[in-house]
């Protein structure tokens, strides 16, 4: 009887140990590799490697990685906010801060991966820093609040010194100096932001001699993000922005310096097609915002004579 209950407990001692699945919700759907229900099942895989040979050190390599001393896709690590600025209504700059004079690690285009804790209920989701690749003891993020958003709920909860925590870096789009003849950037709303750390890291290089042509879509003109950022990255000899608004159509409204490079209404097939038509080399297109503006633009895109291998979609 008393070997039985032994039994029992070691049982029981066993399931405490046992990974816990990840909720949908912990899950940033953004196609991280790996994934939290990746980690999940390494976990279960480890946990059921040392629950058969009854030998809980085989899970030691889990622990003694409880403290990353450096950005990990696997891990979450810890960072202090040293700033946060209200861009707009509902978008927030945040500054994080990292130790000495440390880069963060990321090459531009890259998003990580930020944890926040809502009711109890874990969340996940997936931005891009657009601070320069190369910013030494910082990295800065574009977020967006939403009226139902849990991660928003999270976000707007945070006050400069708290510690929000992050893992990456994630990211298929690598990019290389003069590696295509010109870059045609399609960004609606914060979609700008993987646009901007490739911004910096093409208008910081002398050498690198990329056109790049950058179209915003935005609801208005106040709505533009980072005005000033791209104000002066259009003063380059290879860049030009272009802007598209949604909810105004009155040129008057807008600055004179804004007047001739925006359009109203949507983008579509025929502003597409004008601006592929204008571009001074062969474009390559990066792709980002929402789920149904980066399938338009991907069909815009082949309809405008670029293969599938021409664009990238974030």
């Given at each position: 009887?008393?070997?039985?209950?032994?039994?029992?407990?070691?049982?029981?001692?066993?399931?405490?140990?046992?990974?816990?699945?990840?909720?949908?919700?912990?899950?940033?759907?953004?196609?991280?590799?790996?994934?939290?229900?990746?980690?999940?099942?390494?976990?279960?895989?480890?946990?059921?490697?040392?629950?058969?040979?009854?030998?809980?050190?085989?899970?030691?390599?889990?622990?003694?990685?409880?403290?990353?001393?450096?950005?990990?896709?696997?891990?979450?690590?810890?960072?202090?906010?040293?700033?946060?600025?209200?861009?707009?209504?509902?978008?927030?700059?945040?500054?994080?801060?990292?130790?000495?004079?440390?880069?963060?690690?990321?090459?531009?285009?890259?998003?990580?991966?930020?944890?926040?804790?809502?009711?109890?209920?874990?969340?996940?989701?997936?931005?891009?820093?657009?601070?320069?690749?190369?910013?030494?003891?910082?990295?800065?993020?574009?977020?967006?609040?939403?009226?139902?958003?849990?991660?928003?709920?999270?976000?707007?909860?945070?006050?400069?010194?708290?510690?929000?925590?992050?893992?990456?870096?994630?990211?298929?789009?690598?990019?290389?100096?003069?590696?295509?003849?010109?870059?045609?950037?399609?960004?609606?709303?914060?979609?700008?932001?993987?646009?901007?750390?490739?911004?910096?890291?093409?208008?910081?290089?002398?050498?690198?001699?990329?056109?790049?042509?950058?179209?915003?879509?935005?609801?208005?003109?106040?709505s533009i993000y980072l005005k000033t950022f791209l104000q002066e990255q259009a003063r380059f000899w290879n860049i030009r922005t272009f802007f598209v608004l949604s909810q105004e159509n009155s040129p008057e409204q807008l600055p004179w310096s804004y007047r001739e490079k925006t359009r109203f209404g949507r983008l579509g097939q025929d502003l597409i097609e004008e601006l592929v038509g204008s571009c001074?080399?062969?474009?390559?297109?990066?792709?980002?915002?929402?789920?149904?503006?980066?399938?338009?633009?991907?069909?815009?895109?082949?309809?405008?004579?670029?293969?599938?291998?021409?664009?990238?979609?974030?």
């Open positions: 009887m008393m070997a039985g209950r032994e039994e029992h407990d070691d049982e029981e001692a066993w399931l405490q140990l046992r990974p816990v699945e990840p909720l949908p919700s912990q899950c940033c759907g953004s196609g991280c590799s790996p994934c939290v229900f990746d980690l999940y099942n390494q976990d279960l895989a480890r946990w059921e490697a040392a629950q058969a040979s009854k030998d809980r050190s085989l899970l030691r390599g889990k622990e003694s990685q409880s403290h990353p001393s450096k950005l990990s896709p696997e891990m979450f690590l810890a960072f202090r906010i040293s700033a946060m600025d209200k861009l707009t209504e509902d978008t927030y700059c945040v500054r994080f801060a990292l130790p000495g004079n440390s880069q963060l690690g990321l090459r531009p285009g890259q998003h990580l991966v930020l944890r926040g804790i809502v009711d109890g209920l874990e969340i996940q989701r997936a931005y891009t820093p657009i601070s320069p690749a190369n910013a030494e003891g910082y990295f800065e993020v574009l977020i967006k609040c939403y009226q139902i958003g849990l991660m928003s709920q999270y976000v707007e909860s945070l006050r400069t010194g708290d510690m929000a925590f992050w893992r990456g870096p994630f990211g298929n789009f690598f990019y290389k100096p003069n590696q295509y003849g010109e870059l045609l950037m399609l960004a609606a709303g914060t979609g700008l932001a993987p646009m901007v750390p490739i911004l910096h890291s093409i208008t910081d290089n002398a050498e690198d001699e990329t056109f790049v042509t950058l179209v915003g879509c935005f609801k208005t003109f106040e001074r080399r062969k474009p390559f297109a990066l792709v980002c915002g929402s789920a149904e503006f980066t399938k338009d633009m991907a069909r815009c895109l082949l309809h405008a004579g670029l293969a599938e291998d021409s664009y990238f979609l974030f």
